[in-house]
């Protein structure tokens, strides 16, 4: 009889590790939309034309919100930015890509004055101690977390009067347009 009663216990016991196991996979599986769809703010743009294809840029850092100002040629605002994106597991358990920002420059739409125009690049990298981004290509089983490791751009256009945000998706830079001189800029209706 004693038998039976620990063998039913055991069984009791086995179930609810088996049925809280399961429910830690369910919540974890929830928890995986909701990592995906993540986006970390990165900066925000407000454009002042000065000229024929000549804007003063104001980027503002984010989270911080430390504000830089910058005079660009062409027709389109560019921001270059490395990006560190984790293996699915490591994002799970909360790593979020992350991002350095590399340069801010003016775009032209032609070809030929992209080649022969006035250029406006601006470096925002700032040197670290530590670089992950130097480490994971030197050493990618070291880190075997880290999925890629790459450059990533985004342009939109520069108008009067337009204000941006960028965001980093756990794929990459992301651009929206904040009020109707950029919606209008974009076609972002």
Do not use: H
């Not at 399961?22 to 000229?51: K, N």
């Not at 840029?57 to 005079?71: D, I, M």
């Not at 909360?94 to 992209?114: C, H, N, P, T, V």
């Not at 040197?127 to 890629?148: K, Q």
Request: charged residues 25%; hydrophobic residues 45%; glycine residues 8%.
């Amino acid at each position: 009889m004693k038998a039976l009663v620990r063998a039913c216990a055991a069984l009791f016991a086995l179930a609810l590790v088996a049925l809280g196991a399961a429910a830690g996979f369910l919540a974890l599986g929830l928890r995986s939309y909701e990592r995906l769809t993540f986006e970390q703010p990165v900066a925000e743009l407000e454009f002042a034309a000065r000229g024929p294809q000549q804007y003063e840029a104001t980027l503002t850092r984010l989270p911080s919100g430390e504000r830089e100002s910058f005079v660009l040629a062409g027709d389109d605002w560019q921001l270059d930015a490395r990006v560190l994106k984790w293996r699915g597991y490591a994002n799970l358990l909360g790593l979020d890509a992350r991002y350095r920002l590399e340069r801010f420059s003016g775009r032209y739409r032609r070809i030929e004055q992209e080649r022969y125009g006035p250029r406006s690049v601006f470096e925002l990298g700032e040197s670290s101690p530590i670089d992950l981004w130097a480490l994971a290509e030197a050493y990618p089983r070291w880190l075997p977390f880290v999925d890629a490791v790459y450059g990533n751009a985004i342009y939109l256009p520069m108008v009067q009067g337009a204000r941006y945000q960028v965001t980093l998706s756990q794929s990459g830079l992301v651009g929206r347009p904040l009020n109707d001189a950029a919606r209008a800029s974009t076609r972002f209706q």
